[in-house]
């Protein structure tokens, strides 16, 4: 989930992910090995599904048939609760 908040916090959407250094890279080499992951996992998850504002609009928000408004599910910095503290 931290990949997908901290990818609309900084402002990494799906159609933006190719061209954006955000790479997952400040997940340090151990946690990496330890999970199986290489350099770009986060890329890779928000190239291919977006951030978590795309994910929620897509889904249950505006772009679903349930339109629910996102409401405490908004970033902290717009007013929600979401908020993802760097990946260690």
């Known amino acids: 989930m931290k990949p997908f908040v901290l990818a609309a916090t900084v402002g990494v959407a799906a159609a933006l992910a190719a061209g954006n250094a955000f790479a997952g890279k400040d997940l340090d080499a151990r946690a990496r090995g330890a999970l199986g992951v290489d350099d770009k996992w986060v890329y890779n998850i928000v190239k291919q599904v977006g951030n978590y504002g795309e994910s929620y609009d897509r889904h249950v928000g505006p772009n679903s048939l349930l339109k ?21």
């Open 68 to 88: 629910i408004d996102r409401g405490v599910n908004k970033l902290w910095a717009q007013g929600g609760l979401q908020y993802a503290p760097p990946i260690r």
